[in-house]
């Protein structure tokens, strides 16, 4: 038998106490009487002539002395070594993201699961060691091995939510390498399951309790923003936003668009039960600004009721087209806004005047240092090599990416491609058996999209897809919109803005007002600021720079924050939710239960006596 707080001995200095007062005789009480002849022997027994007497067998004096023991026990938490004892090493990972903050369980998940965390702390033994992981969009660790209790509550209490979504994996991956070749080692999740598939550990057989912590998932939240010029008037903007009931009630709520933090509009919205609702606001716009939307809801989850974009107004968009003559092309380029087409046969050093070149079919002696994008043509930087492959079948496309926004490939044959390796740099978006047949990506800070067959050699031209993925690769490969995509960053992840080398300071102004100072190296063409774990609008101020950015969360798997019962690890493998196991069994309960048995032997015995 161990005791988890020993100083509470202490108390037993009470018990000496107690007998002194058994041993003091009473001193002589003055009575008035009518005689004193009923009185002879209470005066006898009064009568002191010394201040002590002999202790004497006292049934009150033992339940008292039983009582008092029995509370002092209690007070020092006697505890024996449980089951759980036979695992040396505990790794705890903390689930700190966005929907960890939700205040189902009062005052909130993320507090509850530290208070069970702590529990653990408490029982470790005095050999045992435990590690503590916060997880969230990166994982942290706030303590390393140790037995050292103390360390490992100041850990736990560093540990705070953030409003970023949860990616568990990175903290599953440096666990593993914790527990490595060690038979005697768990993995301790707190966490509500509000994750994505961990296929990648299906197989691993982690030593993994999951901890469940939550109740309900009664949340509405803003899973998407864009912000984008009006077809119809290009000094209006529309604003589409995408709003998720994640509960399984319908709710109702005002939804509000804010210009700058002046109120434009306000619009009634009703959600049936898990459903998502788009809408759109058409808005004026005269100058640069930032856009909110804001839910009135009172739900369990606050970080996702506003999301903020910054808007700025429309430029206009230099294209050369170099080409031997494509009319279905250059009739898809001057489809967009803002675009200012010029039409050349070949390529001339004035072609990083242009904020963007798409050369057709064409390959230039010196390539364009601007966004590319290059069809049938390649540079031979780009690719190890590439051969042709004659009538490839497109078998899949990554209709998630900007630039296939609203775009298919159904019907559409291609006599023949260049067929190459997906680059480091790029990602395939458009696939075929043997090659991809549209890559996109960056290269040196440069925009890149590649289109590996001729146009004019195929029947892409003849479909609608194909004026709409000209206009999503000249907004993709604008240089002002990709500044402006920068300005929309997902909470937890860093902000990036390059920077002229005489600037050596700066300063960020956070969402609660809060500034912090960023200190640059000398030359230092780039600042990075990691600090965007909470959702808003942060201001950056670097020497004559100041840029405006906004963090959002807009995560519908973070948004849903009904607690799982199963974490998922893989398509079959999955952790059950487990209660929670104490490391060590305390019996102060059980003695606090038996000092009341006490007290209730006691007035039941003294009344059976008086009556």
């Known amino acids: 038998m161990s005791f988890l707080a020993p100083a509470a001995f202490a108390f037993a200095a009470a018990i000496p106490v107690v007998i002194v007062f058994y041993l003091l005789k009473r001193k002589r009480v003055v009575?008035?009487?009518?005689?004193?002849?009923?009185?002879?022997?209470?005066?006898?027994?009064?009568?002191?002539?010394?201040?002590?007497?002999?202790?004497?067998?006292?049934?009150?004096?033992?339940?008292?002395?039983?009582?008092?023991?029995?509370?002092?026990?209690?007070?020092?938490?006697?505890?024996?070594?449980?089951?759980?004892q036979s695992s040396k090493l505990r790794v705890l990972i903390l689930d700190a993201s966005a929907s960890m903050r939700a205040t189902d369980v009062p005052p909130s998940r993320f507090e509850k699961a530290r208070a069970e965390a702590l529990k653990w702390v408490n029982g470790l033994g005095d050999y045992d060691q435990m590690v503590i992981l916060q997880a969230a969009a990166n994982t942290e660790v706030k303590q390393s091995a140790t037995s050292d209790r103390s360390a490992l509550r100041r850990a736990l209490q560093a540990c705070a939510a953030?409003?970023?979504?949860?990616?568990?994996?990175?903290?599953?991956k440096l666990a593993e390498t914790l527990i490595k070749n060690r038979t005697d080692a768990e993995i301790h999740l707190f966490s509500d399951g509000a994750v994505s598939n961990l296929g990648e550990f299906e197989n691993k057989n982690l030593p993994l309790v999951y901890h469940r912590i939550g109740e309900r998932g009664e949340n509405l939240g803003i899973v998407s923003l864009d912000a984008r010029a009006n077809p119809e008037n290009p000094a209006q903007r529309a604003i589409f936003a995408s709003i998720g009931n994640f509960s399984t009630n319908a709710q109702s709520t005002d939804v509000e668009l804010l210009f700058d933090n002046q109120l434009l509009e306000t619009r009634p919205l009703d959600l049936a039960p898990?459903?998502?609702?788009?809408?759109?606001?058409?808005?004026?716009?005269?100058?640069?600004?930032?856009?909110t939307v804001r839910l009135s809801a009172k739900d369990d989850l606050a970080a996702d009721n506003q999301a903020s974009i910054v808007s700025l107004m429309p430029q206009p968009v230099k294209v050369l087209l170099v080409t031997r003559g494509n009319r279905f092309l250059e009739k898809a380029l001057k489809g967009p806004a803002q675009v200012q087409l010029s039409v050349a046969s070949g390529l001339t050093d004035s072609a990083d005047a242009f904020d963007l070149v798409v050369l057709d079919d064409l390959a230039p002696a010196v390539w364009p240092a601007v966004n590319v994008l290059a069809i049938h043509t390649a540079n031979t930087n780009w690719f190890s090599g590439w051969e042709t492959a004659k009538t490839p079948a497109i078998v899949d496309w990554r209709n998630t990416h900007p630039l296939l926004r609203f775009v298919n490939f159904d019907n559409v044959q291609i006599s023949e491609t260049l067929a190459v390796k997906a680059p480091a740099w790029g990602v395939s978006l458009v696939d075929?058996?043997?090659?991809?047949?549209?890559?996109?990506?960056?290269?040196?800070?440069?925009?890149?999209?590649?289109?590996?067959?001729?146009?004019?050699?195929s029947t892409w031209p003849l479909r609608v897809s194909f004026p709409m993925f000209i206009a999503n690769a000249v907004e993709w490969l604008n240089p002002a919109s990709e500044n402006a995509s920068h300005l929309l960053v997902r909470a937890g992840d860093p902000f990036r803005l390059g920077l002229a080398p005489a600037v050596t300071t700066a300063q960020v102004t956070k969402p609660d007002g809060s500034k912090q100072p960023i200190t640059?190296?000398?030359?230092?063409?780039?600042?990075?600021?990691?600090?965007?774990?909470?959702?808003?609008?942060?201001?950056?101020?670097?020497?004559?720079?100041?840029?405006?950015?906004?963090?959002?969360?807009?995560?519908?798997?973070?948004?849903?924050?009904?607690?799982?019962?199963?974490?998922?690890?893989?398509?079959?493998?999955?952790?059950?939710?487990?209660t929670l196991r104490r490391a060590n069994q305390e019996y102060?309960?059980?003695?606090?239960?038996?000092?009341?048995?006490?007290?209730?032997?006691?007035?039941?015995?003294?009344?059976?006596?008086?009556?």
């Not at 059980?590 to 015995?605: H, I, N, R, T």
Request: net charge positive.
């Open 31 to 84: 009575k008035l009487v009518s005689s004193t002849l009923l009185w002879q022997k209470f005066l006898a027994e009064t009568q002191a002539s010394a201040p002590f007497q002999r202790l004497r067998h006292n049934w009150l004096l033992l339940l008292q002395l039983l009582l008092l023991a029995l509370v002092v026990f209690a007070l020092a938490r006697p505890y024996w070594a449980g089951d759980s």
């Open 162 to 172: 953030t409003d970023s979504p949860t990616r568990l994996a990175e903290a599953f």
């Open 274 to 291: 898990t459903n998502t609702q788009p809408l759109v606001f058409i808005a004026p716009q005269t100058k640069d600004g930032v856009f």
């Open 432 to 457: 075929s058996p043997r090659t991809p047949l549209v890559i996109a990506g960056e290269r040196d800070r440069q925009r890149i999209v590649w289109i590996g067959f001729d146009t004019l050699q």
């Open 520 to 578: 640059l190296e000398p030359g230092a063409l780039e600042i990075v600021f990691g600090d965007t774990f909470r959702q808003g609008i942060y201001r950056l101020k670097a020497g004559t720079n100041e840029v405006t950015f906004c963090v959002n969360l807009m995560d519908a798997a973070e948004s849903n924050i009904m607690p799982r019962d199963d974490l998922p690890l893989g398509k079959y493998g999955k952790v059950a939710a487990s």
């Open 588 to 611: 102060w309960r059980w003695l606090a239960c038996a000092g009341l048995a006490v007290l209730l032997f006691e007035w039941w015995y003294y009344h059976k006596r008086t009556a």
